[in-house]
Every structure is written in structure tokens, then in C-alpha cells.
């Protein structure tokens, strides 16, 4: 059964008595029947094509008298992806748009960008559906800073990300963990939205959904306008009312979507209104950086001023509407019922209608319409007041706009006027500096690879008696804002359970930070029974976690100014020889002033481990108390928070766990992890307890990290006040 993985002429298949040619001058060409031109394929500055291969991957490659490659389908990628193929930067997949034909679905798309993988449906603008946010993850978390032109390869057992400046692809961070391959794989974009990944098993099965979200979170599971609940389409109604303002394209295929009764026409605004779904939510909110922070009502008035607008999505926490997210699409693709335990917020949806027709012969929607409900005689004095209300809302607006505006012009001429200054040594303590060609000789021309972290690599060295761990951060410019920052937090405090920053080196475009070397490494290796050599012991897992407790609980509570590190995981958690844990990559650390009650920072940090207040930009020391919490039901439980090698159900730790916690059912979750953790049953309820302590939503009743430790220290004795 051979599957087609890449098409040189998608949407113009040709009939018989087609030719495909090799020549060197055109190089290969495809002409139907009549010998008119469908497709080609030569030498980008137009070099002789002396060859044709295809490569044992897969590739087809067009080469020239060098036998150099001078055209390449994976530079030309349709729908599929094949192991060691490469999406780059400006590269798109897109979907066919069946079976048999192979026109391209131009309602979706997939591309890279800063190192990471980005889903779209529809154009103008394309609406973000992967990164998912239902999993309690807003997208654009960025765990890469903006720079360069990076790509995601697809090899043996996952998806990495990488950025051209490193030459080899498997220097890359892992993006999402695949199947491991038992035979031939291939990976397919599919009209539905799915990526998803096949295998060879007497025959081709589906191993693996790749971007892993649930089924109503596909912006095309139920079309356009349609509802998902539980994987069942419906078209949106009002609630508590029987006006029919959607009705299905075609009655008898449901999950082809809804269209309004009525058309949206732009020539009568006035009669436009919102029809109120509560609780329904929408696959994006989220299409800036900064999420727009504004009020319900605001949020609703933004939509009907603008007849481009075709809905207006709100996303909340609890019950307070005076501050959330607002998103404005101008295509409405499908609907899903809000499972709040799963997102953590609440959403309320408002679909623009147009309540009759604007022509002089007014046309009923339709008879269950007539009833005459909606009452249209608005009287113009009314009117009036509500244009003028509108108008004081777009001033002030405006001035808000210039405020936030004027806000971060400042803050980037004062970040810029940081970066060019190339003055460090005012950091107390560190006051010498290494010079480059001291770290060269340190480490022995930078010869031992220890590991890559987000912004730079890591190699091992030796200082005189001491071995250090040197991080060279990547190059031209890059990541200077994370070595500032980290030069900064970490330079002139000191705690056993901070890594020490012992120099650091700035020479030109060189930026070197040189640490006390950890030799077991980064916690993420050690705790995760998947693939774990010798998983660690109760015992140990404890100290790490007082360990984690402690350092935190440092930076937040004792430092001179608050610290909060904002990307606390395992892999910024580093064991010694005794397996005593230390904090480390301050990159994204910010300090907050004691008298300031939040930092304003872009939303960053990494998926899986960041706290729901990410959403609305209220960032305060309390997310590294949420990633604590993630991190301990890591440790305890042996697994990843997100792991999408689980069945669906079971893909998000911190839902299972409030799931069994609501059903007074914790112990279910011990079975996961083997013998020795039966042996310590009650201690792990209880540090499930203290774990969801620490995750809840609403930041404020999250536990100070010096609480945490004294529980921790106490041995986690009997009735503590968790929850
Ligand atoms: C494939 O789909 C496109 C777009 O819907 C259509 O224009 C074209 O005729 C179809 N081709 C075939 C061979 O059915
Ligand atoms: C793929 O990975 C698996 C396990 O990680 C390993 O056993 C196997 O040798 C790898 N195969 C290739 C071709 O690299
Ligand atoms: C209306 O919304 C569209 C799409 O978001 C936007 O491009 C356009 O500028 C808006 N028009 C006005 C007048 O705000």
C-alpha cells in the first residue's frame, strides 16, 4: 500500500500520454498530453542539471555537474513529513483536500517559527489553533527567545527544534516526543486539522495524534459556526430562547457547520447584535503577545463597532468579567463547550447576528422567527446616546493605547540603553572577569558538549583545581538580554540551592557564564520512570523537593529584592554528586521591587509547567509556586505533567490529579508508580496535597515557599491546612 508523502503538481493532476522530462537547460518538467507546462523544476540561479536521485529518506534532488544538489522536494513540502525531513522557517504544510484530491486546503496551514511549530486555520488574519490553550496553556509560551530562522526535524522518535545556526539536527531541544518508530513512519497534515503520525503495521495505522489536543478543539471538527460538545455538532442557539439564528449547511451532515439565517450585512450595522453563548469557548484567544487585557462590555462594543468582526470570545478567570481576554476573529470557524476543570477559566462566546434582512422588503428569517421577539423600532433619541457612549469609549481607547504605547517605547529605550552598555562591572561581587581565551584553554576549546539549554550551550571545564560548568550563550547578540539577567539575579547572591555563578566573560559578541559544576546533571533525567536507568528513591525525591522549596523560598522571601525565576521545571533543576538540587538558568528571572506588587513581562516560561495567571499578564513570584507544584507531582509521580504518549484522557497529570482529588480517589494515583511507592503511600497523598496547594488558581491562596519548606521540614506531619 503506497502512500503518496509528496505531489510535484498537487491541485493539476494530468491525464494519459503526460511526459516528464530530465533536460539539463529546463531541468525536469512535467507536461500534460496537449504539452502544455504543469510543473518544473531546475537550478535556483539557473545551473545545468546534469542528475536526478532520490535519496534513501525519501528526498528527490535535482543535481548539477558536481553532483551538488540544486533543487530538493523536502525545500517543497506538500501534506507530509518524512523521518529526517526538515520544516523550515517560510516552509508550509498544508492539507489536500480529500483523499483523491490533492489541491491544497488553503483553510490551514502549519509553519515554524521562533523553534516552534504553529498551526492556522483560515486567512485574514490566520487563527493560532496549536499551541493548544485548553490544556491550560496559553499559546505563545515562549521557551526560545525571537531570533534567526529556526526549523522543526522530524527524527527517529520526536520533533525537534532547532535554529540553523547549529549544524547538525540532532543538536536540537526536543518539541514533542513521538512514538518511538518500530518500522517505517510518516507523518500526514489532514483536512480535519490533525497531524497525525503513521507506521507501518501490515498495513499503515494512525501510532500517534500529533498535536495532541482534543477532537472539539480542531477549528474545522464541526465547520464553520458549528458547536462541539463531546464530539457531537450542533449549531449555536440562544440560550433560554427559540429564535433560530444559525441553521446547519446541510441537514443531514452536521459537521459541515452552520451559517447565519440571516446574512451579516455591513450596509446595516444597526441591526446587528450579539447572540450570548455562556460557557462556549473558541480554539484561539490569544493572537498577540501581550494578550489584550479589557472588560467584558468593552470587549463586546470592540465587536459590533467593527463589521469585520464576526464574534467576540471572552476569557476570564472566576467570576471577574472586569478583566480578561478579548478575541476578535473575523471568520468563525468551530465552536466547543467550555470543560472548565480542563482550561481552568471562564468563557463566554458572543456571535454576531443581524436581526433582519436590511432590505427595504423585509424578509423574515424564518417562520420560527415571527414571533417578533426582537424588537427593532429603536427609538433614534436612544440611538444617539448609544453612538455617543460608543464615541467616549474609542477616545478612551485611544489614549489607553497610547498609554500602553508610550509604556513600552520607554521600557525599550531603557532596555536598550542597558543592552549597549557594556559596563558590568558595578555587579558586587564579580568584580573579575574571565577573558575568552581563559575559558578556551578552560575547556579545552569548548570539547565537552554537557548539554544545550534554551539560550546557549553548556561545556564542561576546569578552573584550577575546580571543575566548572561554562555556558556560552548564542551568538551575535543573542540571548543578551537572558545573560543580563542572569549575570544580575544570580551574580551577587549566594545559596546552597542556587547553582553558583562563579564569573563570567564579555568579550565582543562573546557572552560566557561560568558556574560550580553539577555532575549528576539536570533532574529531568533522573525522575521520569519512562526512561529513567535507576529511577531515584523515595527518600531522595523528597530532599529534592525540600531542596526546590528552599531555594525558591530564598529568591522570593529573603533575597534584598524579590526574585521570582519564572521557569522553574526539571530541566533548570541541577543535582551534585549527593544529589542535592540547585535552581538554575535565571534567564527569564525577573526582580520585582519590594513595593511593586507584579513584574509586566511577556508571556514565557514553558508549556506544561505555567500557571493560568500567564493569561492575564498578572505575573508575580506565586507562577514559580504554581511550577512547583508541577514539578512535585512530576517527581512524585514519575511522569511529565504533559505526556502525549498517553491516551487522551490521561495526556494532562495536574487535571488527573484534581479529577481524583474531587473524587476523594489519590490513591489511584499511587498504582503508577511501582513497589517502592506503595511502601510510602501516606507521605504521597500527602504530598499531593501539598502539590495542589501550590496549583491553585487563584494565586493569592497559593502557600509562601517559606510555608512550603516549614511543612516539608515537619515531615509533612498529620492535619496540615492544605486547601
Ligand atoms: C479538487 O478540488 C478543487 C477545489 O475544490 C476543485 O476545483 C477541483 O476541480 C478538484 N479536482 C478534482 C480532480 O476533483
Ligand atoms: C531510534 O531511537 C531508539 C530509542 O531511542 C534507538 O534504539 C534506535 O537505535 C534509534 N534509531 C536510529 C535509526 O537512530
Ligand atoms: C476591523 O477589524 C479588522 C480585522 O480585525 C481590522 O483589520 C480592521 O482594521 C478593523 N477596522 C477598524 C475600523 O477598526
Known amino acids: 500500500m503506497a502512500q503518496v508523502v509528496w505531489a510535484a503538481n498537487r491541485g493539476r493532476p494530468v491525464g494519459e500520454g503526460a511526459t516528464l522530462s530530465l533536460t539539463a537547460a529546463a531541468g525536469l518538467v512535467l507536461r500534460d498530453a496537449d504539452g502544455s507546462l504543469v510543473w518544473s523544476a531546475d537550478g535556483s540561479s ?24 540544486v533543487w530538493r522536494s523536502f525545500d517543497h513540502p506538500t501534506d507530509c513529513l518524512v523521518p529526517g525531513q526538515i520544516l523550515a522557517e517560510g516552509m508550509v504544510l498544508t492539507p489536500n483536500i480529500s483523499t483523491t484530491n490533492f489541491t491544497a486546503n488553503d483553510q490551514l496551514h502549519i509553519t515554524v517559527r521562533d523553534a516552534g511549530l504553529y498551526a492556522y486555520a483560515g486567512s485574514s488574519p490566520p487563527q493560532l489553533y496549536y499551541p493548544d490553550h485548553t490544556t491550560g496553556n496559553p499559546p505563545f509560551a515562549e521557551t526560545k527567545p525571537k531570533y534567526g530562522s529556526s526549523y522543526i526535524a522530524f527524527i527517529n522518535g520526536s520533533l525537534i527544534s532547532s535554529f540553523n545556526s547549529s549544524s547538525t539536527v ?33 498495513g499503515w495505522a494512525v501510532v500517534q495524534d500529533v498535536l495532541g489536543a482534543g477532537d472539539c478543539a480542531y477549528p474545522t471538527v464541526c465547520g464553520q459556526y458549528g458547536l462541539c460538545n463531546n464530539g457531537q455538532c450542533s449549531c449555536p442557539s440562544e440560550d433560554n430562547s427559540n429564535l433560530a439564528y444559525f441553521r446547519p449547511v446541510d441537514n443531514r451532515r452536521i459537521n459541515l457547520g452552520c451559517m447565519p439565517v440571516t446574512p451579516i450585512s455591513c450596509a446595516s450595522m444597526q441591526d446587528h447584535k450579539l447572540l450570548a453563548l455562556s460557557n462556549v469557548s473558541y480554539f484561539n484567544y490569544v493572537d498577540a503577545d501581550l494578550p489584550q487585557m479589557i ?40 465552536l466547543q463547550v467550555n470543560q472548565l476543570e480542563v482550561t481552568h477559566y471562564s468563557s463566554s462566546a458572543y456571535l454576531k447576528v443581524q436581526i433582519t434582512q436590511p432590505s427595504p422588503s423585509p424578509r423574515r428569517p424564518s417562520p420560527s422567527n415571527s414571533n417578533g421577539v426582537v424588537n427593532r423600532s429603536t ?30 517605547v520607554v521600557s525599550w529605550r531603557r532596555y536598550q540603553h542597558r543592552d549597549d552598555d557594556d559596563e558590568f562591572g558595578e555587579v558586587p561581587g564579580m568584580t573579575t572577569r574571565f577573558t575568552f581565551e581563559q575559558l578556551k584553554v578552560a575547556t579545552r576549546q569548548f570539547s565537552k558538549l554537557l548539554g544545550k539549554g534554551g539560550f546557549g550551550s553548556v561545556f564542561e571545564g576546569q578552573i584550577g583545581e575546580h571543575r566548572v560548568a561554562v555556558k556560552q550563550l548564542d551568538r551575535a547578540g543573542q540571548g543578551k538580554k537572558e545573560f543580563l539577567a542572569e549575570v544580575e539575579t544570580i551574580g551577587n547572591i549566594h545559596h546552597i540551592n542556587l547553582v553558583r555563578l562563579i564569573r563570567f566573560c564579555a568579550e565582543k559578541s562573546q557572552r560566557l557564564l561560568v558556574y560550580e559544576y553539577m555532575s549528576k546533571g539536570s533532574l529531568d533525567n533522573w525522575i521520569y520512570f519512562r526512561d529513567a536507568n535507576r529511577p531515584l528513591d523515595w527518600q531522595t525525591r523528597c530532599r529534592i523537593i525540600t531542596d526546590i522549596a528552599k531555594g525558591l523560598a530564598y529568591l522570593h522571601e529573603e533575597c534584598r529584592q524579590r526574585i521570582a525565576h519564572l521557569d522553574i521545571k526539571p530541566q533548570n533543576i541541577l543535582l551534585d554528586d549527593n544529589f542535592s538540587a540547585k535552581l538554575s538558568d535565571f534567564g527569564l528571572s525577573k526582580m520585582i521591587d519590594r513595593d511593586m506588587s507584579q513584574v509586566v513581562t511577556r508571556m514565557r516560561g514553558t508549556p506544561g509547567y505555567l500557571a493560568p495567571e500567564w493569561l492575564t499578564s498578572q505575573i508575580t513570584e506565586k507562577v514559580d509556586i504554581y511550577s512547583f507544584g508541577v514539578v512535585v507531582m512530576e517527581i512524585i509521580s514519575g511522569r511529565k505533567n504533559l505526556d502525549y504518549s498517553q491516551p ?45 496547594w501550590c496549583l491553585q488558581i487563584d494565586y493569592n491562596k497559593r502557600p509562601q515557599m517559606s510555608v512550603v519548606v516549614k511543612v516539608l521540614e515537619a515531615k509533612a506531619t498529620k492535619e496540615q491546612p492544605y486547601q
Open 170 to 202: 540532532s543538536a536540537g531541544d526536543v518539541l514533542i516526543d513521538l512514538a518511538p518508530p518500530r518500522s517505517l513512519q510518516y507523518m500526514r497534515f489532514e483536512t480535519d486539522g490533525h497531524l497525525r503520525l503513521y507506521e507501518w503495521q501490515n
Open 379 to 408: 427609538p433614534t433619541g436612544k440611538r444617539r446616546i448609544v453612538a455617543g457612549a460608543i464615541a467616549g469609549f474609542t477616545v478612551a481607547g485611544v489614549s489607553l493605547l497610547a498609554a500602553i504605547i508610550t509604556r513600552l
Open 46 to 69: 539557473g545551473e545545468a542539471v546534469a542528475g536526478l536521485t532520490i535519496t534513501r529518506s525519501g528526498n528527490l534532488v535535482l543535481l548539477d555537474g558536481n553532483n551538488a544538489s
Open 295 to 334: 472588560d467584558e462590555e468593552s470587549c463586546k462594543k470592540a465587536c459590533l463597532r467593527n463589521c469585520s468582526c464576526k464574534a467576540a470570545f471572552f476569557q476570564y478567570f472566576g467570576n471577574n468579567t472586569s478583566q480578561g481576554s478579548c478575541y476578535l476573529p473575523t471568520q468563525v470557524f468551530s
Open 648 to 692: 487522551q484522557e490521561n495526556v494532562h497529570l495536574i487535571s488527573i490529579l484534581q479529577e481524583k482529588a474531587r473524587n476523594d480517589q489519590l490513591e489511584d494515583l499511587i498504582g503508577m508508580n511501582g513497589d517502592e511507592m506503595q511502601i510510602h503511600k501516606e507521605e504521597l497523598i500527602q504530598m499531593m496535597k501539598l502539590a495542589m
